[in-house]
RNA sequence: GGAGAUGUACCCAAGUGGCUGAAGGGUCCGGAUUCGAAAUCCGGUAGGUCGGUUCUGCCGGCGCUAGGGUUCAAAUCCCUACAUCUCCGCCA
């Protein structure tokens, strides 16, 4: 959500921001609808003003035996009138955050105009493709011959974009996400947290995934709760409606959870593989930053989540997102693409954003300075540290070798008991 | 799922319709005492948010878990939701 009062003050740094991403939002409206407010206000305030002043006398008066009818009558008509004052300011308070909670962020000044992921920007490129003596199998195909993904039994039991992991399958999974909550809990500083798989609507809200893309969530029938589409929900979440304390900034999350996405939009591709499931497993890095440095966060957030990849030599490459991918909610957003040969691309494996404000605004995650200081919006960021499924698809694939075996990469090892599959 | 209790500021806590935006503690800040400190004593502040403004201040609205309602007037009465605790039931 975007400060009402940085578009009251300046409409036109607003507009340019929010057209680099194409998006036209009722700006115009926000501030004729602002302007009218704040005049409701202005004249519900002087009445109750007024209102309060009065009614303290009534109880001097009626103890000086004198007759207050006059003036209770009086104070009932000013009360009708704030009342329905009230309820238009709360009529236009309604449309005004209907409409804000629908504008994107502005985007950050280095985010490159672009009308698509074509547009990206490659910032850094680590390890090369692997150039194969043979054909190399997708995933998929290796997931089968050796009976470790099963994704027919997954459709038999629940639908398509399910997948039942097997054997020594399910086993990479949980190793991988064992070694990177490790890593990043035991190397990079951060504290575990194992966060609730549902949220209730607020929680959506204050991380940006409702009210515009409720079509993306599972809703749990029954029940006002979404499955978490991403651990950055709940864990974002943790701080809504707080006041930290700047020393305890920044504050660094990882948690693994279940994600769970309904694919709006996406029918027909990645329809193969771990790519794009319902249900998938991610590693995820929150934080909360002071303004003044969330920039150096997001780079060493992201070097956190590159450092997973380095660990498991896997080839890789970091993309900044131009202003026709970035999300909805991020001001910048890194890319880091792994090397999939069966798409003989690189694909992305982790998306590690700087909301800057958005979300905090909306979560109301505010911090102060120190204790006299009025609390000023946290920046939260956050990035997959990573998807464990696409990884365990960039494994088989990048480490599978002519004999139809797999080998685990070193730091792996001790995870799964044994050096391949 | 059933029954009951509770929800007041940073923490504890008083407060059943009007002079309570909130007693009293604690915390915190300043001072006295002391060589210094502890203890003690004196004094002071109370969070947040939305408006206005002659803007490092001042004025006003809201605000006692949240959302509604009754009333001239609500922390106080009524309804709903949520959370916490206790007991019962069920259960990994």
């Given at each position: 959500m975007l400060d009402i009062k940085l578009i009251r003050s300046n409409p036109d740094y607003v507009k340019e921001g929010l057209k680099k991403r194409n998006s036209k939002v009722g700006i115009d409206e926000i501030l004729k609808l602002d302007e009218e407010r704040r005049s409701l206000i202005a004249e519900s305030e002087q009445i109750k003003s007024k209102q309060n002043a009065d009614s303290k006398q009534i109880p001097i008066l009626k103890k000086e035996g004198k007759d207050v009818s006059a003036i209770m009558s009086e104070m009932k008509q000013l009360a009708e009138k704030t009342k329905l004052l009230d309820v238009q300011v709360k009529e236009i308070d309604d449309k005004i955050s209907?409409?804000?909670?629908?504008?994107?962020?502005?985007?950050?000044?280095?985010?490159?105009?672009?009308?698509?992921?074509?547009?990206?920007?490659?910032?850094?490129?680590?390890?090369?493709?692997?150039?194969?003596?043979?054909?190399?199998?997708p995933h998929w195909v290796i997931g089968e011959e050796k009976g470790i993904l099963d994704p027919s039994a997954a459709g038999k039991v629940t639908g398509t974009r399910f997948t039942f992991y097997k054997g020594m399958g399910a086993r990479l999974e949980r190793a991988i996400m064992n070694f990177m909550m490790d890593v990043h809990s035991n190397e990079h500083g951060y504290t575990e947290v194992l966060p609730p798989y549902m949220v209730h609507r607020n929680s959506m809200i204050g991380t940006g995934q409702l009210p515009k893309f409720e079509d993306d969530a599972f809703?749990?029938?029954?029940?006002?709760?979404?499955?978490?589409?991403?651990?950055?929900?709940?864990?974002?979440?943790?701080?809504?409606?707080?006041?930290?304390?700047?020393?305890?900034?920044?504050?660094?999350?990882?948690?693994?959870?279940?994600?769970?996405r309904a694919e709006a939009g996406s029918a027909g591709r990645d329809t193969r593989g771990l790519i794009r499931q319902h249900q998938f497993n991610k590693v995820e890095l929150v934080k909360f930053a002071d303004p003044k440095n969330s920039y150096e966060e997001l780079e060493s957030l992201t070097n956190d989540a590159e450092d997973i990849l380095k660990k498991l030599d896997l080839p890789y490459r970091v993309v900044r997102l131009c202003s026709g991918d970035l999300g909805f909610t991020s001001a910048m957003t890194y890319d880091i693409e792994v090397w999939m040969p069966s798409?003989?691309?690189?694909?992305?494996?982790?998306?590690?954003?700087?909301?800057?404000?958005?979300?905090a605004r909306r979560a109301g995650i505010k911090f102060k300075r120190n204790i006299n200081d009025k609390p000023e919006f946290v920046h939260t960021l956050n990035g997959s540290g990573l998807a464990v499924g696409r990884t365990t698809a960039a494994i088989l694939e990048?480490?599978?070798?002519?004999?139809?075996?797999?080998?685990?990469?070193?730091?792996?090892?001790?995870?799964m008991g044994t050096e391949k599959i």
């Open positions: 209907a409409i804000l909670l629908t504008i994107p962020n502005i985007p950050n000044e280095k985010v490159v105009y672009g009308e698509s992921d074509e547009d990206n920007v490659e910032i850094r490129k680590y390890g090369e493709p692997r150039n194969f003596s043979f054909e190399p199998k809703k749990v029938y029954g029940t006002d709760f979404f499955l978490i589409p991403t651990a950055e929900v709940p864990v974002t979440n943790y701080h809504r409606e707080e006041i930290l304390d700047a020393k305890d900034l920044p504050i660094k999350y990882c948690a693994y959870s279940a994600c769970f798409y003989g691309k690189y694909v992305e494996i982790s998306s590690c954003s700087n909301f800057e404000t958005f979300q990048n480490f599978q070798q002519e004999d139809g075996s797999v080998t685990i990469p070193e730091a792996l090892v001790k995870y």
